[in-house]
């Protein structure tokens, strides 16, 4: 018998009241309505499909952060979508996108206190961070150019390929270059929709974000080529992986986190929408702040 996890419901509740407050507020339009309404539609039901799959019965209290975050993401979305038919409201979208990047670093500190660090956690962590940042892109691109979308669509573009390619699939070794690169684009992305900066130097900003973002995924996609003869040599001398058919094809796309997910652990499991677990790839770094998600992927931190 299923069991109604109440978090994602109430989320999904609090969700429809931030919309209502901003309709009554700065005024919401049917395209806005209708990506708030469907963004938080679809948080609800990849959340509960979550934790139903890790077993968690209910949120941890990082969990909780985040999910405040993800309903401001919400807010934001529904903004986004309503600035195409009309004039957006920069300084409210700009307080709402500060905020959530903030609480960015309170449900890592929060799980580490409470020590709640879970697969889930860091994968919901993961895929706000990664929607937050596509949906800016999407809201600066008609100012800006449709160049900036590389930004938000090269972790997509990177998991894609690694549906593909097989030997893009395992795990990487921790590099913090990875969490100052993805923290940047968060921050340069809502700079440039503030209108913080005169146009030319706000281009120029987000040049060389984009720049650094291309440096840390090509410096990934190039371990990963240079690596792939002895990682799928470890697999198959790891004892047991010839008795368990089926866990190579498991395994896969090593999802390039667009900012650092918070709370996370090096076990194995199944992360927000999780339709297969990942493998351990005998690499040597057993305590790697790695982790399983969802449709064959390692989520890196």
Not at 128 to 133: H, K, M, N, Q, T
Request: with cysteine; glycine share 12%.
């Amino acid at each position: 018998m299923s069991t109604v996890r109440t978090g994602p419901v109430i989320g999904l509740l609090v969700q429809i009241v931030l919309l209502a407050v901003l309709a009554e507020t700065v005024g919401l339009g049917a395209a806005g309505w209708v990506a708030g309404l469907a963004y938080g539609a679809v948080l609800c039901a990849l959340l509960s499909r979550g934790m139903s799959r890790s077993g968690a019965g209910a949120l941890s209290p990082a969990d909780r952060v985040t999910l405040s975050r993800a309903i401001l993401v919400g807010g934001v979305t529904a903004l986004a979508a309503d600035s195409f038919g009309r004039s957006a409201p920069v300084t409210l979208m700009v307080v709402l996108t500060s905020v959530a990047l903030a609480l960015d670093a309170v449900d890592g500190y929060t799980a580490r206190r409470t020590g709640t660090t879970s697969e889930l956690g860091a994968r919901f962590d993961m895929e706000i961070d990664s929607f937050l940042v596509l949906v800016l892109c999407l809201h600066v691109a008609p100012s800006v150019g449709g160049w900036v979308l590389a930004i938000g669509a090269m972790r997509y573009v990177f998991v894609a390929a690694s549906w593909v390619l097989g030997w893009m699939r395992g795990s990487l070794p921790p590099r913090y270059w990875r969490k100052v690169v993805a923290a940047v684009q968060g921050v340069v992305l809502t700079v440039a929709m503030g209108d913080a900066l005169p146009g030319p130097l706000t281009t120029v900003v987000l040049v060389a974000s984009l720049a650094l973002l291309v440096e840390s995924f090509g410096r990934d996609v190039a371990w990963l080529w240079t690596t792939r003869h002895l990682r799928h040599s470890l697999v198959l001398d790891t004892p047991g992986s010839q008795h368990a058919p089926g866990i190579h094809d498991a395994s896969g796309a090593m999802a390039h986190a667009s900012s650092p997910p918070s709370h996370s652990t090096p076990s194995a499991g199944v992360g927000l929408a999780g339709l297969g677990s990942g493998r351990p790839d005998g690499l040597p770094w057993s305590d790697r702040p790695t982790v399983a998600v969802a449709r064959r992927g390692i989520a890196r931190v």
